[in-house]
């Protein structure tokens, strides 16, 4: 064995040495990086040389055979349909949240107690049906559940437009995730083609595809060449190889599986129609459509409903009595067509918005103690005509907010369970990716020594060479 | 912890419908009944104020004619009465009658008791003739519990009174399903003769006037009838008081019933919340000292 080849063998120890300290630095660096799968270099035994006239192999030192990511693709699978449920139930909370805020009155006013208001003002006025200031007073709490109609049905929209705005908001940053899975998995087959192991290309696009994937439910596989394949259930593939499809929203008229007027549609270029809006399923924007379709419409179905049945009631009897001025026939709430978008139209009808003598107490003319029509006003309270002769009308409004509730609190109970869960995988997936300065601290110092010790052999290397060329003298 | 807190500063353990959705739908109704409640409440002593008020009416009536009967029966033999002593006590019925219709055209605010409907409008002529209706004004004093707040004069002044005077068709209860029950006139008792306070009165002074002793007499029983109706009416309208006071008494039960199963509902209880909270923060304060000694040792601190 020639001495020069000690000096090479020292030179592999220290170039390998080198490598695992940069690694390890490397891993420090990113301790606290999202989605960092650690790295190890792996080394192997260089090849041995026949040495001339020897029996025996002698090792010609270590190289380094490729730099390998801890990283186990079936815990990242989980955590990645973990991360999608949480964030359905997520931003669910968020928006029932908003919703359950507008039913809220609990600790204050609300349609509830103005409906009551409004039954009772009728038996006020059934007390003193000659009492102008009675009938004021009946005048002002109709006023005021009509606006809380009003306010209602604006806030429920005024959640749908925010709605709409995160929709539009997504679907920019789906097709910003799609275009990176896209680049990364280009790169990536570059990087592989070139006989490297692209790790933090590997660990970005899990990391992509972690975010990408919590927006709506899809599945992923791997193509011959190591690329993702995205596939969005029922609607076609979002990302194949170098291609990215594209997602986009646009205005549009309801529809009749809940839509609303003039929300938004989702579109893809993948799909044959284009049209998504109801195949997409879970995720952030499953659970916003699913708000906004099925829960929000809902409510104000019902609260039109609530707000046509109360004007139409209230004036088929109304339009059966007298007023002050003995004028039979007159409506109460201005009338509407249809239940259409009732909670918006409801409103007071113009004679008893001029003046409070157009509302009718009496059942007969010219006789201001007749209360008779006031009674049977204020009875509709307790009168079972909404949900086919089931429910009263403060059963049915009663029915929505906790019907909001239960949609809320069932979500939320869901939501911290899977906090719980999303908690458990994460520390799986730190267990086998994340980076314990402990142990990279230990391997730090190893190497180190490693790195000595390569010198060393170096050294005495060169000290065998020195003792061999002063032999001459 | 949030949670507790946010109970311990409202003193609710319900602060969103999702808290506890049946409860919170439960606690509305509760709210309702309430409102309702007082509303009955109110509506019981507006219905007392304006029967009481009623039953001062009758019995000053009922004095009236007490007093017209002794000015009768003191006039009806010829033995203690001469012409002289006639009108004098003429002039004094005329008074009566004049008094017995203010007294039957009295009214609380600005609305006449004895009217029927007809509010508005002294229910009796100076001549006594009655101008209000048999409308009777119902009130809900407890959920479908409708008692009348009125009586009409036209069955206060006579004793067998005929059916709507106005004939007009009086609002049928039955288109609606619902409404308040018309007592209706007493239509069988049409063969009686109907005697009316102010006609009876009206006869007297014109017997005393024109010296008809045999019409003087007259009037005795007549009197007496129209007396017994009266006092017949003051018993109807304390009956009525009657059942205002335990409807309200009911009312009042329910109310205390109503206010237990809400606090129940809606209240937290506090010594459990404060104790919950003190146990959270323990919770707390364990787990940052413990991820505290966690966090801190590693490798490279006994490196050094």
Known sequence: MGLPNVFNTGRTGMIASKAAIATTGHNIANTNTEGFSRQRVLTSAETPRNSAGMQSLIGNGTAISRVERINDEYVEKQVRNGARDLSHMEEKDLVLRQTEDVFNEMNGDGLNRLISRFFNEFRKLSNEPDNEAVRQSVRESSQAMVNDFHRIRREVEAVREHIDARLEGYSKEINSLAEQVKDLNMQIKTAELAGGSPNDLLDKRDQAMKKLGSYMEMSVHKDGGGSFVVDVKGVGPLVVGPMAEKFSVFRSKADDQGKPEAAFDVQSTSHANSLVTHQIKGGKLGALLEVRDKTLSTILDRLDELAYNISDSVNSIHQQGFTRHGVQGVEFFGHMGGKERASEFIQLSDAVRDSVNNIAAAAQPDSPGDNRIAIAISGLQSEKFMNEGKATMDDFYNSIVSDVGVAASKNRSGMNQQKDIMTQLNKIRDQISGVSIDEETANLMQFQHMFDASAKVIQVADEMLKTVLDMRR | ?304
């Open chain 2, 1 to 304: 912890m949030e949670g507790l807190q946010q109970q311990s500063a409202t003193l609710r353990k319900l602060n969103t419908p999702s808290d506890d959705p049946i409860g919170a739908a439960k606690v509305l109704e509760i709210r309702t009944d309430k409102v309702n409640n007082d509303q009955f409440q109110m509506n019981t002593r507006m219905a007392e104020t304006f029967l009481e008020n009623t039953d001062h009416i009758i019995g000053e009536l009922a004095d009236i004619v007490v007093r017209a009967k002794e000015i009768a029966l003191g006039q009806a033999s010829g033995a203690s009465s001469n012409e002289g002593t006639r009108l004098g006590v003429a002039e004094e019925v005329t008074q009566l009658f004049q008094q017995a219709v203010a007294t039957a055209n009295r009214r609380i605010g600005d609305r006449y008791l004895l009217g029927g409907f007809k509010t508005q409008r002294p229910p009796v002529d100076p001549e006594g003739r009655y101008t209000g209706d048999d409308g009777q004004t119902m009130v809900e004093i407890a959920k479908d519990v409708f008692i009348s707040s009125n009586v009409p004069g036209v069955e206060v002044f006579n004793t067998h009174p005929k059916s709507s005077n106005d004939g007009r068709s009086v609002y049928s209860p039955n288109t609606l399903g619902r409404g308040p029950a018309s007592e209706g006139a007493m239509d069988g008792e049409l063969a009686y003769e109907n005697v009316n306070v102010f006609d009876e009165i009206q006869n007297l002074r014109i017997a005393l006037l024109t010296g008809d002793l045999d019409g003087v007499r007259n009037t005795l029983d007549r009197f007496d009838q129209v007396h017994s109706k009266l006092v017949a009416c003051r018993a109807k309208v304390g009956s009525r008081l009657q059942g205002l006071q335990s409807t309200s008494q009911a009312l009042e039960r329910h109310n205390v019933t109503n206010a237990q199963l809400g606090s129940v509902l809606e209240d937290a209880d506090m010594a459990q919340v404060v104790s919950d909270l003190t146990k959270e923060e323990t919770v707390f304060k364990s787990a940052l000292a413990s991820s505290q000694r966690l966090i801190q040792p590693t490798l490279l601190d006994f490196l050094k």
